[in-house]
């Protein structure tokens, strides 16, 4: 595969992964001082990257579209710079209590929407 196609299917992923990202970040949840929304989609990436991977093993999905779903769009749409600093800030304001449990719950969340991800498929 060229160079410029696969180039072209992980910008066209990233935009659209991007998108779902800010549109979920958009969403208004009451007033708390835990980052819900970076949390969901994060968890939503990894349950989506978990069934792209095990549809691609299934079907022999073309290259330029895997490109396209988990290195574009799921890398676009999961945020781990946005929740390093969230957890930081966290941190930073002596809240230990959220910040464990944000880390916590981002990390085995993740994992677990892998996991049940690739049993969807």
């Known amino acids: 595969m060229k160079l ?3 180039c072209l299917a992980v910008g066209i992923g ?7 990202r800010y549109l979920l ?3 208004p949840i009451k007033q708390i001082n835990y980052p819900v ?5 994060n968890i939503i990436g990894a349950v989506i990257i978990g069934m792209v991977i095990s549809y691609a093993d299934k079907t022999g999905m ?4 895997l490109l396209l ?15 390093s600093y ?10 230990f209590l959220s910040a ?18 690739l049993r969807m498929v």
């Open 14 to 20: 990233g935009f659209l992964g991007s998108l779902l």
């Open 86 to 95: 969230e957890a930081f800030s966290l941190i930073e304001k002596g809240e």
């Open 100 to 117: 464990g449990s944000y880390i916590f719950l981002s990390i085995a969340c993740s994992i677990a929407g892998v996991y049940l991800g």
């Open 62 to 65: 073309r290259p330029e579209k």
């Open 37 to 41: 929304n970076t949390l969901i989609t």
């Open 4 to 6: 410029f196609i696969k």
């Open 69 to 83: 779903l988990k290195t574009g769009f799921c890398g676009g749409l999961t945020t781990f710079s946005t929740f």
């Open 25 to 27: 970040s958009e969403i």
